[in-house]
């Protein structure tokens, strides 16, 4: 069992481009879809299912290494001036608690939010990431990385693991985006943002963004 889910983590490894000190991030990202996943050694059930007496909702889980966008609360920004949303990449779901677990991309910080979206079809280079991580958990090297900033007063984790998520929205023109949010889908209220582009036409060279 463990040579299949090593053979999936390099597999994940290798199709995102991402540097190998996320292997273990990658690692529970595969143990989460495994358990997800029906077994005919347990007659076509789920691991998730026998353990908690329920389906696994897999419609919230999203490409494993993708760029991502979250949109940051108003109590955790600084003033008026500061960003709503910030760039990260996506590095899987939280243990206990319903979100996403996502790596800021210009701090460094391990952050568990509700509202992400997602660039499905995007990644970063592997240099800038592995830069990035030299810089901040240069003395961890293989582990998992400690969350720096908390979910945003997330509760329990439920059936529905990585949330209510559906199709993403389009944004309605440069700096308002509609996020997804974890528990009741895109949001109907849109939030300014302060991005220097819109979904529909990414340009993400300073975040040495690259396409999958």
Request: glycine letters at 8%; aromatic letters at 10%; hydrophobic letters at 35%.
């Amino acid at each position: 069992m463990n040579g299949v889910v090593l053979r999936s983590v390099r597999a994940l490894l290798v199709t995102s481009g991402l540097p190998t000190k996320l292997w273990r991030e990658a690692f529970k990202f595969v143990v989460t879809i495994r358990n997800f996943s029906p077994s005919k050694a347990i007659k076509d059930s789920t691991p998730y299912e026998l353990f908690e007496g329920r389906v696994p909702y897999v419609s919230g889980l999203r490409v494993w290494g993708c760029a991502a966008t979250y949109f940051v609360p108003k109590q955790r920004r600084k003033g008026k001036q500061d960003t709503t949303a910030k760039e990260a990449l996506f590095l899987g779901c939280p243990k206990s608690t319903t979100g996403y677990r996502v790596l800021d991309l210009v701090t460094g910080h391990i952050v568990e939010s509700r509202d992400v979206k997602f660039r499905e079809q995007w990644t970063l280079a592997a240099d800038y990431v592995d830069q990035l991580l030299d810089k901040f958990y240069a003395k961890k090297p293989g582990v998992v990385l400690p969350v720096s900033i908390p979910s945003d007063e997330v509760g329990p984790m439920d059936a529905k693991v990585g949330g209510d998520v559906v199709e993403e929205t389009k944004v309605r023109r440069a700096g308002e985006l509609e996020f997804d949010n974890i528990n009741s889908g895109p949001t109907k209220r849109r939030r300014t943002g302060e991005l220097a582009q819109t979904y529909d036409t990414p340009n993400y060279q300073h975040l040495h963004v690259v396409q999958t």
